[in-house]
């Protein structure tokens, strides 16, 4: 498929999986994954740059407190905000609410201009939390900013809040790209939600 938006508009059946091929696709729609859809590419040719500045690149919504099991994977990617440290089109890559056991894994994130990869529970605070999420063996770079006109506050390369026993290993952080007092967080709590 041309881009990974109508691959995710198109494949939804639970237990799909989303090849995406060598080379470069560019996105400038928000790509909705459904839950049981996992996405696989093979390595860092397989190349998602995102055009898309309203929000998180890849989203992975469900019902708060609905308990739903995403039984899925995002691995083997490269995903790019920008194609330069200085040139962040793409607001933030992967956002996943309310969905247990999604594992992200082997994927390059770079360039991104607020947050790289957030996992949030839903709701303040959620009434059952999602269970089972991983995130490891990622390499993040250039994806997290400080709050403009705050020196403070900021956000994170991965966002986490409002989920119970998530593993986080073998990532590589980093954020050190921009102005003095301009890159965010490595790993922020989403303090609001807690994590379990």
Known sequence: METLYKACSTVTKSGSTIHVNAGTYTET?????AAGVSI???????????????GNLID??????????????????????????????GYSAIKVTARSNVDIHHCTIQNFA?????FYGG???????PVGDK??????????????????????????????????????????????FSDGYGIKILWELGIK
């Open 40 to 54: 696989e590419g093979v390595g860092v040719t397989s190349i998602i740059h995102s055009y898309y500045s309203s």
């Open 135 to 180: 995130f490891h063996d990622n390499i993040l770079t250039n994806c997290a900013r400080m709050t403009p006109g705050d020196g403070n506050s900021g956000e994170g390369a991965l966002c986490i809040g409002g989920t119970q026993g998530m593993l986080v290993y073998n990532n590589t952080i980093r954020n050190n790209q921009r102005p003095k």
């Open 114 to 118: 607020v947050e790289g990869v957030i």
């Open 29 to 33: 729609q928000q790509c909705q994954l």
């Open 60 to 89: 992975l919504y469900s019902t708060p407190n609905a308990g739903t099991n995403g039984n899925q994977s995002i691995s083997y990617l490269q995903i790019e905000g920008g194609t330069t440290i200085t040139d962040l089109v």
């Open 123 to 129: 709701g303040e605070p959620p009434s059952l939390y």
